[in-house]
């Protein structure tokens, strides 16, 4: 009986020994330490390590539809829900940290929240009074997403989003992970100053020409009309008609027009 107990107790720690080692923090990661090495653990006793940033392993970063970029601090509207993607353009991640602070001491906590099953906010990170979104268990992923909301009182600093992505973590692949720092500037949008165009404005108001109009001067004309006629009758009096003429010329003539 105690030679059967011995062979049990020999097989389970034998199955114990042959679970890959990657599962000790598939469950979410070892820590929410700030730099580039926050996983901690056995991903530090296996090489390579870290591998490069996040554009080295074909990850990136989108905030409210623009993907971020390492060295240009991203503009964030105060008081608004901003989506958080993190997003695999080539192989894909097992485990990932987003780590959100400004270091001034303030609880920032519940800055970054996701409703997405595969997605925690880091134990370690709430206590530290850090934003955070992290794996909580170590199944392939090709994006994952959470939303952004920084509040209008917290403007004072720029904020660090901190980004690890784990593609690996075991014997056979060894220890691989990606990490960048962003950095987000606050941004009250009712602050805003208003914008100045640089178009001339129309005016409506009407110009007076220092050059006087000429007034129009009206003339009349006579035309003779004799009309021929066969008839025995005799003939009309010639017919004496006025075509008005309108004349550009400043004055008026005071000539009468001859007599037929």
Known sequence: MIGVSRKLLLLVLNLVLLVPTANAFSIGPGSCDTGDSPVGGAHLARLPGLSGPLSEGLYEIEIAGTVLSPGTPFTVPTGVNHAVILRATGTAFRGFLLRLSNGDGEDDSELLTSDEINVQQLSDCTTAGAGSMAHNEASDKTTIQGTLNIPTD???????????????????????????????????????????????????????????????????????????????????????????????????????????
């Open 154 to 260: 917290r403007m004072a600093t720029i904020y660090a989003l901190e980004v690890t992505v784990v593609r690996s973590n075991n014997d056979a692949e060894g220890s691989v992970w990606y990490h960048t720092n962003f950095a987000l500037e606050p941004d009250d949008p009712t602050m805003s100053s208003p914008s100045v165009s640089s178009q001339p404005s129309m005016s409506a108001s009407p110009t007076t020409s220092s050059v006087p109009s000429p007034s129009p001067s009206l003339s009349f004309t006579p035309t003779l009309s004799i009309s021929p006629t066969t008839s025995q009758q005799p003939s009309p009096s010639p017919s004496l008609s006025f075509m008005p003429t309108l004349s550009a010329s400043p004055t008026t003539s005071q000539q009468p027009s001859p007599a037929p």
